[in-house]
């Protein structure tokens, strides 16, 4: 079993949708976790760090399960701009990263 | 955020030649800086994790003497890829963490072509 999991999709959504991603992790020890976006041919990017009371920033929620060792984003009032591939990360000291999950917002 | 810097950002090499890349955190003391590979429509993979001042503990079916890791200070992480083939043709990307930041920050990569 893979240490980070993401569903890779592709997600393809209109403009405006609601889109929510999924991420499991297999370390029960894991402290820390996070969000980045990669656009094509560029270099990952934090998004945002993921608290375990749930966290907003403008359309992005991010939320933390321990029980379930999940961590979902939430993406709403989708934009054209939004379109990347969503990495997970987890970290107890060594952080490891999912394989990404791809979103296509179409006009 | 914490800003990293990768230099250079192309190559294109005949096969057999060594190539350095140089990873610097430009605002912070990068205690530990990793060097991920990506090929094309895949995911990163972790090849290496370096830590200031010691020796690089390689990923499992990352050739050490392949890509030479060195982190010599807290500000400067190279890689060099030794006598490089068609083959290791990748986006090469660096990231650091330390200075009390409680994640990795990525350099903007390197593109490496070898004909």
Redesign the interface.
């Given at each position: 079993r893979k240490e980070v999991e993401q569903d890779p999709g592709p997600f393809n959504v209109p403009e405006g949708a609601t889109v929510a991603f999924n991420c499991t992790y297999s370390n029960s020890a894991s402290q820390?976790f996070?969000w980045y976006r990669q656009d094509c041919?560029?270099?990952?990017?934090?998004l945002m760090?993921v608290y375990s009371s749930g966290n907003e920033d403008g359309r992005f929620t991010a939320q933390l399960n321990r029980a379930s060792q999940y961590i979902s984003l939430l993406i709403r009032d989708s934009k054209l701009s939004d379109s990347a591939t969503y990495?997970c990360?987890v970290?107890n000291n060594?952080?490891r990263?999912?394989?990404?999950t791809r979103l296509t917002v179409k006009p | 955020g914490a800003v990293v810097s990768q230099h250079p950002s192309w190559v294109i090499c005949k096969s057999g030649t060594s190539v350095k890349i140089e990873c610097r955190s430009l605002d912070f003391q990068a205690t530990t800086m990793f060097w991920y590979r990506q090929f094309p429509k895949q995911s990163l993979m972790l090849m290496a994790t370096s830590n200031e001042g010691s020796k690089a503990t390689y990923e499992q079916g990352v050739e050490k003497d392949k890509f030479l890791i060195n982190h010599a200070s807290l500000t400067l992480s190279t890689l060099t890829v030794t006598s490089a083939h068609p083959e290791d043709s990748s986006f090469y990307i660096c990231s650091a963490m330390g200075g009390g930041l409680e994640t990795q920050y990525f350099g903007p990569g390197t593109r490496l072509l070898v004909l």
């Open positions: 820390s996070f041919r560029k270099e990952p990017k934090l760090s990495l990360v970290s060594d952080m990263f999912g394989a990404g | -």
